[in-house]
Structure formats: structure tokens, C-alpha cells
């Protein structure tokens, strides 16, 4: 393996040690709420972060160089497609603003004093239609601003390659022209759902289900789609079939559809699938399903869905440096191929220099899988019979885990296990010889303080502690994302802690 996530990480610290890392190092529960609450001491220490979360530092320059004729009063924000920039415009009723379209970007420009800057920002992350780091590196570099440029195999059958290698993960049923791909997961559920929520509301259907507690973005672009003519409706526990059959029962030929992930994120939850795609099939509802927890390689579900969303960031991208995300389209589903054509119009396809980078890693996907899989068993076990791990979630938990082994098989868990510790947390987590930071699914371990990252705003009052209490999320939950290090050093570094 190149990287390791055991050890010491300062603070800001990107690994890999690359100009386009993913993850950044949260060393300490000080820094997690630095972080969160904007501390500048903690900020000037992270030149960069989640590339939808944080603007990574060379597209901070391209925009500065972009706008060096300004007054200082500006603020810049780079798009990948004009459409984005027009929607953000209108949607958050910005009324002073300039546009220029360039070849590979959009550029707006608006006032520093603009009331709508914390909903533009919010937009990039929630739907990731931000540029690649990788497009801001090249103009840097074209234009002698920066000394190094990334050296990377120019690969002209890089999407092709991508996308076959992502079908045959998917089952024999697919087939890679079903593939789509996107800048990002989150784009591509973006571009999906507003495609879908389109297409419904033309049916009179306006109601959509969110089955289990699923990712911020997922919420976030959700609520922005349906609008005040939409309703989201939550089913928070997955084991709670009474409820959804109830809303089905009421709703019938009103909902739209459900998004669910399989297993869910954090608690990796499984749900029963089958029940609910033939409530889908009665109500004429579509069945959104993202396995990106295990992949899709793991949770074979795809004939059970409409469409089916994946982040190739996690797993694809095991080195944990290059963005992406996946739509697959199954030739079972004429419902789901009637979105494909407007959905990729509005999708943000990935910058060349980041399918260049995907191709170098995903020949070993399988591989990677395989290897993770094994070590999150070994991990798993460890983690159970520890007396100071007061529970563990993950895929093949007691009771909604035989809904998983129906579908992956034994043994297959994913490199995700998520638990709570009897321990005083502020002290694991400091002690915690281990890179500390958003994502999963790379080589190097990584553990993260999940709720502090996805969800700070509900640990700060008793309403946000009571709703992630309803779903069964303690706030001092961490994820553990199993990486390739000998699995007695990913033990020892979690029982020196929990120590």
C-alpha cells in the first residue's frame, strides 16, 4: 500500500501527501469545533478540506487571479456548466451579479455584501456543481501562477474503462452504456432527483419518502427540489415497515418515490428491499437506492431499483484523491430510463484530468473490495468482544443484517463499522493515533466523528439531540473506515485508545 492512516496527524494535514487529497486530518475534538464554528486559528490551518465542503486552496487562487481587476469587494465562485450558474442566480434571487463563460467554466461574480452568499456556498456543497481542484491546477499552471503540475497517463479510453469496470460491479445486467458518470456522488443524485421530481410532478405525484436516515446532501437536495407544491416525508428507521406501509396506504398513487441507502449512513442499516420496491411497483413509485456504504460490488441490488446512485470517490478512488460519483440506469426499469436523457443534461460530467487519475485506480477496484472486506471482518470481531465498545453497527448487525447477507453474501461487509463507546469520547478521539477525517472506502484507515461533521448544528440544541435520538444516532457515534494496514495495527491503535 502507498499511504497509511495509522498514526499521528496534525491538523490540516491532506493525505494521501497529494495536491488533490480528499480527506484532511481533525486531529482533535478542539478542532472538530473549530472547525464547525469557523475558529480562524483552526480555518488558517487547513489550506484545504472535503472538496464540497471546503474550497480547495487552488481554486481559491484561480478566482483571486480571475478577479485581480476587482475593487476587493467581490466574491467568485467558478461552475462547471452555465445552467448551474442561471439556477443559483434565480433560486436565491441574487440581483446584482455578473456571468462570463469560459470554455471550461462559468464565473460569477457578486457582491461581498450579497444576503445570498451563504446559500450560494451551501448550494456548491449540497449539489457539487463546483470545478474540479484538477481544472483550477491546469489554468494555474498555464498561466505561470503555480511551479508544479500533476503528472497523470492521459488515457483516452479513461471514461469507457470507468464505466465498464462500474457495470460488471453492478451485475451482469447492466451494461456500461447504463453507466453514467458525474463530477461527483452528490452532483449525480442532484441532477437525478431534480430530473425526477420534474417528471412526477407532471403526474400529480408530489410526495416523496426519505427511507432511513441518509447522507446531509441527500436531505439537503431533497428539500431543495420539492419545493412549497412537494413533501418529504422521513421514515427514519428502516425496521419500521408499519409506518412506510401506512404512508403507501394513505398516499397510494400520490407518492412520487423513495430514496434510501442500503445499508444506511451512519448506522448501516439494510432494509427490506423486496417489501418495498412491490409497494413501489402497486403505487407506481419509484425506488431510488444508493449502496455506496458497501458498494455496489457488495450490496448486489440493482435489479431491485429504479436507478441506482454511487459515489466512486469511495472504494473507485481507493488512494483517496480524485472526486466522482455514478448513475446506473437498469434496462429492467423503463420508469428509471425515462429520466436518463434529461438527468445527464444536467449533470456536471468529471474533468478529463480526473477520469485520467480514476482510470490509474480502478483496474484495482475488485481487488481493493476484496481485501477490505476481509480486514473489516477481522475488525468487526475485535470491536464486539471489546468491554469498552458499548455497540457496533454495521452491515451484518443483529436483526437487519440477514436483510444485507441476502443480497451481498457472506462476509462481505464493506470497509464501514460504525460504533458508540462506553468510554468518555472527547478522550478516545484525542488519543486516537489514527487519521481523523470525512469520507471512507481508501487504503488508509480512517475513523469519523460522523455527527460532528454531517450534522454539528443538531448536537447544540436538545430539539437536534431529540431528532437524531428518533433515529437511533448517538451523537458521539464514530465511523470506522477499514483500510489495507496489517489488521493487528488497526486493533492495537483502537485498543490503545479505548484504553
Same mark, same amino acid.
Given at each position: 500500500?502507498?499511504?497509511?492512516?495509522?498514526?499521528?496527524?496534525?491538523?490540516?494535514?491532506?493525505?494521501?501527501?497529494?495536491?488533490?487529497?480528499?480527506?484532511?486530518?481533525?486531529?482533535?475534538?478542539?478542532?472538530?469545533?473549530?472547525?464547525?464554528?469557523?475558529?480562524?486559528?483552526?480555518?488558517?490551518?487547513?489550506?484545504?478540506?472535503?472538496?464540497?465542503?471546503?474550497?480547495?486552496?487552488?481554486?481559491?487562487?484561480?478566482?483571486?487571479?480571475?478577479?485581480?481587476?476587482?475593487?476587493?469587494?467581490?466574491?467568485?465562485?467558478?461552475?462547471?456548466?452555465?445552467?448551474?450558474?442561471?439556477?443559483?442566480?434565480?433560486?436565491?434571487?441574487?440581483?446584482?451579479?455578473?456571468?462570463?463563460?469560459?470554455?471550461?467554466?462559468?464565473?460569477?461574480?457578486?457582491?461581498?455584501?450579497?444576503?445570498?452568499?451563504?446559500?450560494?456556498?451551501?448550494?456548491?456543497?449540497?449539489?457539487?456543481?463546483?470545478?474540479?481542484?484538477?481544472?483550477?491546477?491546469?489554468?494555474?499552471?498555464?498561466?505561470?501562477?503555480?511551479?508544479?503540475?500533476?503528472?497523470?497517463?492521459?488515457?483516452?479510453?479513461?471514461?469507457?474503462?470507468?464505466?465498464?469496470?462500474?457495470?460488471?460491479?453492478?451485475?451482469?445486467?447492466?451494461?456500461?452504456?447504463?453507466?453514467?458518470?458525474?463530477?461527483?456522488?452528490?452532483?449525480?443524485?442532484?441532477?437525478?432527483?431534480?430530473?425526477?421530481?420534474?417528471?412526477?410532478?407532471?403526474?400529480?405525484?408530489?410526495?416523496?419518502?426519505?427511507?432511513?436516515?441518509?447522507?446531509?446532501?441527500?436531505?439537503?437536495?431533497?428539500?431543495?427540489?420539492?419545493?412549497?407544491?412537494?413533501?418529504?416525508?422521513?421514515?427514519?428507521?428502516?425496521?419500521?415497515?408499519? /409506518? $412506510?406501509? *401506512?404512508?403507501?396506504?394513505?398516499? #397510494? +398513487?400520490?407518492?412520487? &418515490?423513495?430514496?434510501?441507502?442500503?445499508?444506511?449512513? !451512519?448506522?448501516?442499516?439494510?432494509?427490506?428491499?423486496?417489501?418495498?420496491?412491490?409497494?413501489?411497483?402497486?403505487?407506481?413509485?419509484?425506488?431510488?437506492?444508493?449502496?455506496?456504504?458497501?458498494?455496489?460490488?457488495?450490496?448486489?441490488?440493482?435489479?431491485?431499483?429504479?436507478?441506482?446512485?454511487? /459515489? $466512486?470517490? *469511495?472504494?473507485?478512488?481507493?488512494? #483517496? +484523491?480524485?472526486?466522482? &460519483?455514478?448513475?446506473?440506469?437498469?434496462?429492467?426499469? !423503463?420508469?428509471?430510463?425515462?429520466?436518463?436523457?434529461?438527468?445527464?443534461?444536467?449533470?456536471?460530467?468529471?474533468?478529463?484530468?480526473?477520469?485520467?487519475?480514476?482510470?490509474?485506480?480502478?483496474?484495482?477496484?475488485?481487488?481493493?473490495?476484496?481485501?477490505?472486506?476481509?480486514?473489516?471482518?477481522?475488525?468487526?470481531?475485535?470491536?464486539?468482544?471489546?468491554?469498552?465498545?458499548?455497540?457496533?453497527?454495521?452491515?451484518?448487525?443483529?436483526?437487519?443484517?440477514?436483510?444485507?447477507?441476502?443480497?451481498?453474501?457472506?462476509?462481505?461487509?464493506?470497509?464501514?463499522?460504525?460504533?458508540?463507546?462506553?468510554?468518555?469520547?472527547?478522550?478516545?478521539?484525542?488519543?486516537?493515533?489514527?487519521?481523523?477525517?470525512?469520507?471512507?472506502?481508501?487504503?488508509?484507515?480512517?475513523?469519523?466523528?460522523?455527527?460532528?461533521?454531517?450534522?454539528?448544528?443538531?448536537?447544540?440544541?436538545?430539539?437536534?439531540?431529540?431528532?437524531?435520538?428518533?433515529?437511533?444516532?448517538?451523537?458521539?457515534?464514530?465511523?470506522?473506515?477499514?483500510?489495507?494496514?496489517?489488521?493487528?495495527?488497526?486493533?492495537?491503535?483502537?485498543?490503545?485508545?479505548?484504553?
Amino acid at each position: 500500500m502507498n499511504t497509511s492512516g495509522l498514526g499521528r496527524f496534525s491538523l490540516g494535514q491532506p493525505v494521501p501527501a497529494r495536491p488533490h487529497a480528499v480527506c484532511v486530518s481533525l486531529p482533535k475534538v478542539s478542532d472538530l469545533i473549530g472547525y464547525e464554528e469557523k475558529d480562524p486559528a483552526t480555518l488558517a490551518a487547513m489550506p484545504t478540506g472535503y472538496p464540497r465542503f471546503v474550497r480547495h486552496q487552488m481554486i481559491d487562487q484561480m478566482i483571486g487571479h480571475l478577479l485581480k481587476k476587482g475593487t476587493g469587494t467581490t466574491q467568485g465562485y467558478l461552475f462547471s456548466k452555465l445552467q448551474d450558474c442561471q439556477d443559483v442566480v434565480q433560486r436565491y434571487s441574487v440581483n446584482r451579479y455578473e456571468i462570463t463563460e469560459e470554455k471550461e467554466f462559468t464565473l460569477l461574480k457578486v457582491s461581498k455584501n450579497c444576503p445570498s452568499i451563504s446559500g450560494i456556498a451551501s448550494h456548491f456543497q449540497h449539489t457539487g456543481c463546483g470545478i474540479s481542484s484538477r481544472l483550477a491546477e491546469k489554468y494555474l499552471w498555464e498561466h505561470g501562477l503555480i511551479e508544479q503540475y500533476e503528472i497523470l497517463h492521459e488515457n483516452n479510453q479513461a471514461e469507457a474503462q470507468i464505466r465498464q469496470i462500474i457495470a460488471q460491479a453492478h451485475g451482469s445486467t447492466v451494461r456500461e452504456k447504463d453507466v453514467v458518470l458525474a463530477s461527483s456522488g452528490a452532483n449525480a443524485f442532484h441532477a437525478l432527483f431534480g430530473t425526477a421530481v420534474e417528471h412526477t410532478r407532471k403526474q400529480g405525484k408530489t410526495i416523496w419518502i426519505r427511507w432511513g436516515w441518509l447522507y446531509l446532501d441527500t436531505i439537503e437536495v431533497m428539500s431543495l427540489y420539492t419545493g412549497e407544491d412537494g413533501q418529504v416525508i422521513e421514515v427514519n428507521q428502516v425496521a419500521d415497515l408499519a /409506518s $412506510l406501509k *401506512k404512508i403507501f396506504d394513505q398516499q #397510494g +398513487d400520490k407518492i412520487a &418515490g423513495v430514496v434510501t441507502e442500503f445499508p444506511t449512513n !451512519p448506522l448501516l442499516q439494510a432494509g427490506d428491499l423486496e417489501q418495498v420496491r412491490s409497494w413501489c411497483d402497486q403505487s407506481g413509485a419509484l425506488l431510488f437506492i444508493d449502496p455506496t456504504m458497501v458498494s455496489p460490488k457488495n450490496a448486489q441490488i440493482t435489479h431491485l431499483a429504479d436507478v441506482v446512485i454511487n /459515489s $466512486l470517490t *469511495k472504494y473507485a478512488g481507493w488512494e #483517496g +484523491d480524485v472526486m466522482m &460519483g455514478s448513475l446506473v440506469f437498469p434496462s429492467c426499469s !423503463p420508469a428509471g430510463k425515462n429520466l436518463f436523457v434529461e438527468t445527464c443534461d444536467r449533470i456536471c460530467p468529471p474533468y478529463e484530468r480526473d477520469l485520467y487519475r480514476m482510470a490509474e485506480q480502478i483496474p484495482f477496484y475488485d481487488d481493493f473490495i476484496s481485501r477490505a472486506n476481509a480486514n473489516a471482518m477481522m475488525v468487526a470481531h475485535f470491536l464486539t468482544s471489546h468491554p469498552r465498545i458499548k455497540k457496533l453497527h454495521w452491515a451484518y448487525q443483529p436483526g437487519l443484517g440477514k436483510n444485507y447477507e441476502k443480497f451481498a453474501g457472506p462476509d462481505r461487509p464493506g470497509c464501514n463499522l460504525s460504533f458508540e463507546c462506553s468510554s468518555d469520547f472527547a478522550q478516545f478521539y484525542d488519543r486516537l493515533q489514527m487519521l481523523k477525517s470525512p469520507s471512507f472506502g481508501t487504503e488508509f484507515s480512517n475513523c469519523c466523528p460522523y455527527v460532528y461533521l454531517a450534522h454539528y448544528p443538531l448536537i447544540k440544541t436538545q430539539t437536534g439531540l431529540d431528532r437524531l435520538a428518533g433515529a437511533g444516532i448517538p451523537p458521539h457515534l464514530l465511523r470506522l473506515s477499514v483500510g489495507l494496514e496489517p489488521v493487528e495495527q488497526i486493533t492495537d491503535a483502537l485498543d490503545f485508545a479505548l484504553k
